[in-house]
């Protein structure tokens, strides 16, 4: 009655603590497990394997346990080819479609390990062709066609775990606990190192900032950080962007004064006139050109030819003419701006911050920045296993981290 | 140089602060002010009225000041009719376009003054027809059409500010600050208190839930007060739909078993899986019919005919077949939604409760919960001017509720 | 069976909202008013005067309503002179004992009144002396003699309460709501002019760190605040003081390294050895006198002879010999520290923040500086009228104002 | 050069991330290892040996490491006796002390190893006698007398780390991370379930509120679960005692009426009235005894025999009598009443619970119930490692706790 499998597992799977969370995991699913054979590394610098038979009470028990050691990398020893059904509609995935993780993923088609292009977290799998020109790709489910071939169970299926960062490491000291008792100009000074490094190595900058940036006086740090070349795509929402307009035409952020910080006169609808002001003109773009906005963050980014999707909410004043009103037209343009991201800066954006975060690999850094602990913990829960928490208040961070990358 | 006006202003001016707020602003913007003429009711019953000049600096200043008093009710006592403008392309305003406030307004049109139809914040205000047909209404800048007429300036415009309710009013316990130090049972008390008096006065019932209502487990609680009458329409996004489906067909909410409180095996793909079971119906609504979906808040909607807007976002996976992943599009669709609300729960949902305070009349009641101070406090502050904070734990709010409203 | 009384206020009572609230208080009573006079200036330079008669229920109610209306400075028309009883035991108040506010307050003695020294919360008000000598001086409970003379009732007894401050005034800035999401440049810059703007006037500046200062990194920017003069006094507790001469002596805080961020190695029990340490000097300062200890906040203090009042917590390790172990000595210490105090820092401690709250009149500005807006928004609700809750992160707040201020 | 130590470690040291954090910890301090022996049992239920042979960079480096593997339970092989030196003075430790653990510890006598009595976190461990009769205790600093022999450096001692609790244990729930998101009633139920099976097996429970329970009208709650004999003992402060009384000699609760929710009138001086008269007894018991208090958690707990300890703070008003306004002495009353407490409940108390913490072993299994998840956190971070954060509204979690304990 009872079911058994022996799962393989390598890498530094010791001290990363994946071992650790493997056997927690079989444990905890009320299975017994039997150490085969664990060829620990003498030392930290060699990889281990380990080989370990599980027994669970049933198929059923078994095969859900199999399912949570997946995303650890911990894998059966004899495993087939992927096995793929067609799609019935188009959006409709097969039953018992396999939902990717974020993590590099490999596939066994025809005998040979494939690589998944660009993992993407809860997509599916989708396979094209056969034998040698065989290509996987993670497909969100609404661009499912009917009858592309969709992998379904675990077999065939691979992924490597990313590895707890080591040593000299700069990301050493982003094992630590959110918290908002850091040192904080540290914190930043770590950041800026960071990015670049990640410049110096060809990465591309993603920054993905909410209102707030503008409120607390930041603007123009960001926009000097898109003027000397840092920034190399936006992701935000009609909010930052319209906030980031009325400061520059009319020195406001939703009716404050930006210079002064009371509430300008007659200016509580000043947020409306900027977006029927951009709707006058056709774009964001458009007033770039016709030298009609002549600052700020989107400024910048017309001029220096980053690009920027704004996604809509359904808190949107107006919108602006560039909001993609549909959701999941913005989540795919998003997507198009992702090759070559390493570095993801998310500032005091919760709802867009979340979205960025389903969309990443998990090889992206990611630092989140916002004054409230839940948010942060929130977001650095999800998505890329390299996140970073900076409990701070955003507006003082960016002004410092423009202070130390331009000087 | 200097620039006079004599503005006026009725009602219940004195203790419910207005009068006072408006010498306020007067003073703050640097102007001067001569009380001509004061007629304070002799005891609080009595409306008051108080006629007021002011002087400026110039007449930009006085119209600035103007304007900021206008949404308090103090209005120049001598006005002439209102005045408009063509819209000069579709979702394009005139310059100077009046931005409407969420409270009763009149507009005077050949000497008369007419009330605009059901007021919303942030829209143009257009009038339809000329002479003893004229009508008025507020409308979002996206839908004013080329040649609309919209109008322009103050002129001709009056607003009337709620008066802070008195005395027996169940809504004197409002009035206190947002702070989770408040006794509970008794807010819960007071809150059913006021739903029951608002249905049996024949209003309708906005529920406002996020996707914490169902991991909290208090998905049955609101689904109860859904078949037992109490909500009469629904606004809500993909991630409460999702966990409220995937609570009762699978027993998990994100994974997470709702009986158990511990992570289900296999479960962490499993509101993918629930999303594209409902992909395969169709909608919501055909998994009911079929008799697939036998419960949850959703089911008890569609079976009693509450109507249900779920509005897209960019963090959305899937998502849902109903769900309306053009935003503008969903704010139109819950517009539609809105006449006879008299009450707003708003339960632990961030985004669509500030999408729902930019379209509510000030009239409406709003309760918010939410365990975050911030939120609470960000969330009141916007939209009804009756809107009351209550900073706890919906899960066991909602239990309580449902005890106390159905037994 | 009605009871009635008429009542007096005077000052800038109607745009400082003074009037309104009054008005309100009583309707919420359930009282009725008539307004017998009501000089209003005509413009608002001049100050007005109200008369109210108000007619209350019964006696009971009345008397109530009028200690709700006392603190906001209408008094009875008619008031005979202050009524005192004796103390019956040290540390016991008679019956019906006048509770104070931290308000300027004046006493009516043999038909003179006298203004009572420095005014305190929550204290009674006792009288030395009779006839010409009298003096009035608010006593904490706890320091009471049995026999003293203390004010029962509110006959004889008024006070000033504090008008909102105007136009040119710096404060104006400070009358918004407490939230993150301000210009915090801009903050800093109102705040370093005002605390030059204090000291210029020969005001002295109190500091309230808490831990969070020296985890945040920094503690060198209060100590070069201390260094160069703009520090007077400090109250602060045990974790503060430890954190900062452990940052010093070993380069850590609670074990984590000052300089790197990360835990440092053998480090756990750092604190404890930094308390055994200035255990065996005898006290901080004959550690900086023997040498011992170089740097940091309490080094400077020292040296500058700038007093500080470490008062104690049930949480303490050790605790240092420097700190006051028994609260109400510790709070006594703190009062003897008051005289001049114009301006509170009050810096991520909400403990000591309350402490001081408690004990501080209603004119010092109080400068409450947390990242966590609901423990801002708790300090500002108490202790002294002209408090800013600055919501943003310590560390970064504090090298940007000695950035401004030092430069 | 380089300094090289084994090290042994046994128990379920892999699955309970023992071995792994261990690894973790010594490649992080940049020092070497090699795995000499790991006797992994083959299933889960065996318990597992690893001897690991460290290398480091120098003496010192490897002594720091051995500090910070030590609370991990990894110890060297070779260990000699205990090492001590005499205390100095009173109070005053020698150099190189060794600090406690709250963890069961034992140390090595005259070749004996002997348990340490009741362990407690960041004490010295002091050794009376010699030989057989040798005794080892946890001593706080301030408590040391001169000439104490005083545990120096880590030799002949060693601690066992507590496993992680497995399978059918009702702490498994506990593993997942402090978030409001939780299935709420559930949770409740599972305290309840927790503080019956710790009082069946006679264990003795701890209860720490603070006044928002009194706020958010639990009192009776707590009172009524004080009454039926669930709780053993108290630790609080003024603030919940004086909060506790006016409630029920007065019907407020910082002069906000608990029947009401509103201000009740004339009653800002509510607290301050009821200290008076609390001192005008002389002591809480003395006004249970003379019939004067009639009710709640403190009344409850003098009729029941369960000891109270009021601990003072800065902040107190007053205080009560019954309050030990020297910190250090109310920590020494905590520590008199910890024998046999197997279950500590903190509700909404930051300050006393950061105390609690600090005093309690391990092994006590701690419940933290805020609605301010920065506040759990940080509780659930520090002291026992039994301890489960519960972010939620401590009214409402009172309320269902009663309920589900007594009906």
New interface residues.
């Given amino acids: 009655m009872t079911a058994s499998e022996t799962v393989e597992v390598r890498g530094h799977i ?2 990363s ?1 994946i ?2 969370k493997i ?2 995991l ?5 299975a ?4 085969i054979d ?1 060829d ?1 590394g ?3 610098v060699d990889p281990s394997t380990a080989r370990i038979s599980i027994t669970a009470a049933d198929a059923s ?1 078994l ?3 199999l ?2 050691l997946h ?1 650890h990398g911990a894998h059966p020893v004899e495993t087939g080819d992927l096995v793929v059904k067609p799609a ?2 188009g ?3 097969p039953d018992g ?1 396999y ?1 990717t993780t974020n993590l590099p993923t490999e596939v066994r088609v025809d005998g040979h390990w494939i690589e998944v292009d660009r993992p993407e977290m ?1 997509c599916a799998l989708v396979v094209d062709d056969d034998g040698p020109a065989a290509r996987a790709r993670a497909v969100p ?2 661009r499912v066609a009917a009858g592309d071939q969709v992998a379904v169970g675990l077999a065939g299926i691979r992924v490597r775990p990313l590895e ?1 960062p ?2 000299a490491s700069p990301f ?2 982003m094992t ?2 959110v ?9 930043v000074a ?1 950041v800026a190192e960071r990015l670049r490094a990640a410049k110096a190595g060809g990465g591309r900058l993603l920054a993905v900032p909410g ?2 940036v503008v ?4 603007g123009p740090h960001l926009a000097a950080l898109v003027r000397e070349g840092w920034v190399d795509v936006v992701f935000s ?1 009609n909010g930052f962007a319209v906030h980031d307009i009325e400061s520059c035409l009319l020195g406001t ?1 939703l009716g ?1 004064s ?6 300008a ?5 000043n947020h ?2 900027v ?2 002001q951009v ?2 003109w056709g774009s964001v773009r458009r007033g770039v050109e016709d030298g009609a906005l002549c600052g700020g963050v989107l400024y910048e980014c017309v001029r220096r030819g980053v690009p920027v999707v704004l ?9 602006l003419p560039d909001v993609l ?7 795919d343009a ?1 997507r198009r701006h992702l090759d070559g991201v390493a570095v993801a800066l998310v500032l005091a954006s ?3 911050a ?2 960025v975060g ?1 969309l990443l690999p998990a090889s992206v850094e990611v630092y989140c920045v916002d ?4 948010v942060v ?1 929130k977001l650095t ?1 999800r998505g890329s296993q390299q996140a970073l928490g900076i ?3 955003v ?3 960016l ?2 981290l423009s202070r130390q990358l331009i000087g």
Wanted: aromatic residues 4%; charged residues 25%.
């Fill in positions: 010791v001290d603590l071992l650790a056997l927690d079989i444990v905890d699913a009320g017994d497990y039997r150490m664990l620990l003498t030392s930290h028990d095969a859900a346990l399912a949570e995303p019935e509609a959006g409709v995935l479609f939902a809860d489910m609404h707890k080591r040593g050493e000291f630590s606990e918290s908002a008792e850091k040192p904080k100009a540290l914190l770590r209102p707030a409120h607390t006086g930041a929402g952020s404050i930006v210079g002064e910080g009371t509430a006169e007659g200016s509580h609808a409306l006139r977006i029927n709707r006058r996604g809509g909410s359904v808190r949107d004043d107006g919108p009103t549909d959701v999941v037209a913005a989540q998003m919760t709802l867009h979340v979205a389903n004054i409230n602990q839940a913990t829960d409990v701070t208040d507006g003082l961070f002004s410092e």
